[in-house]
DNA sequence: AACTACTCCTGGAGGC
DNA sequence: TGCCTCCAGGAGTAGT
């Protein structure tokens, strides 16, 4: 499973939870290349200081320390444990290695160790996760330079904003646009299928194509993706493939062959834009292609 | 502007 | 059983 925004927030919940207002007793940086920014020293900073919040945009989570900001990525297998005598303990990310796995696993490439007896595991067997250390008052210019999108869970995301800036994405396909984080933030290969799913959209339909209400059905499709994928802290895939199931979540995603919950016609796997991609061919029909070149043409002759 | 290709990586899956 | 090869995939970057 790769974690996306609902894996991100359920780190962000145990991290807020748990750990905030907690001093930092120390550290263990395994792997020295997760740090994007400052030398590996600059941990040596957090020693000593106080956890004062989380904060979460898309699929970013950053945490602010008195000494310094961390801003994280999980990117594809990036995990979270935290455990610990004082703490119930939380595993949010990537399910391998297996949340209850002996830690730190030789893939772990940071501890952080909070008082009184709390450690923080980020594990990541492919090693793309990202770490960067920054002043804090350097954090809201950072997360600005990424020019991301809004937040799925926040209140800025409105079908009127979603209207908008796909309006700017026109002539781009949906699944595409859906991935583009400059767009809306948390949506990964997963959640854009499920979402897809959900709105009854194949993924190659062209934006600006779509009528209002597909817009709107989209719009819904994400929304209802989310507030079942959240509570869960996420899907499970491992490798491509649902492992026991939580309920019927993901429906399609990960199940090539397998029924459509909605309509019962077998699951497909495709490429769309290089990525593996499942949908339902009867639920999500195909854009008719001639039905496309004569809008096009139609709206070339009327703006001339 | 919007495509493609490449770059990071390694565990697991599939082939034989 | 045991090699070998291949593949996934977020996001940044470079090239077309």
Redo the contacts with the bound molecule.
């Keep these: 499973m ?1 974690p ?1 925004l609902p894996e991100v927030e359920a780190a962000r919940c145990g991290i807020a939870e748990q750990l905030t207002g907690r001093r930092v007793t120390g550290f263990e940086l395994y792997r020295p ?1 997760l740090l994007q920014a400052l030398p590996g020293r600059g941990l040596e900073l957090l020693r000593g200081t106080y956890l004062i919040e989380v904060g979460r945009w ?3 989570l950053w945490l602010v320390f008195e000494s310094l900001a961390t801003l994280v ?1 999980l ?3 990036g995990q979270l444990v935290a455990r610990g005598s004082t703490v119930p303990g939380f595993a949010a990310g990537h399910p ?2 297996p949340f209850d796995a002996p830690l730190p696993h ?2 772990t490439a940071l501890r952080l160790d909070f008082e009184p007896d709390v450690a923080l595991y980020l594990t990541d ?4 996760a990202r770490l960067w250390l920054l002043p804090v008052d350097e954090l809201a210019n950072t997360l600005a330079s ?1 020019r991301l999108g809004p937040d799925l869970l926040s209140t800025e995301f409105t079908f009127e904003t979603f209207r908008q800036r796909l309006e ?6 949906l699944k ?1 646009v859906l ?1 583009d ?1 400059t767009v809306v933030a948390g949506i ?3 959640y854009a299928d499920e979402s897809l799913w959900q709105a009854q959209l194949h993924p190659e339909h062209v934006v600006g194509e779509l009528a209002e209400d597909e817009l709107r059905r989209l719009y819904d499709g994400i929304q209802e993706t989310m507030r079942l994928a959240v509570p869960l802290g996420g899907a499970r ?5 649902a492992v026991p199931p939580i309920g019927q979540f993901p429906f399609v995603h ?1 199940r090539a062959g397998q029924p459509c919950p909605r309509c019962g016609a077998p699951v497909v796997k495709v ?1 769309v ?4 991609t499942y949908l339902c061919q009867l639920c999500q029909p195909s854009p008719d292609a001639a039905l496309r070149r004569s809008r096009l043409a139609a709206r070339a002759g009327r703006s001339e």
């Design positions: 790769v996306e290349r898309g699929k970013y990525h990117k594809l297998t391998v290695p030789k893939s067997v492919r090693h793309f990424l700017r994405r026109r002539s781009r396909r595409p991935l984080q990964g290969n997963i895939i491992v490798h491509g493939k990960g490429q834009d290089g990525r593996g």
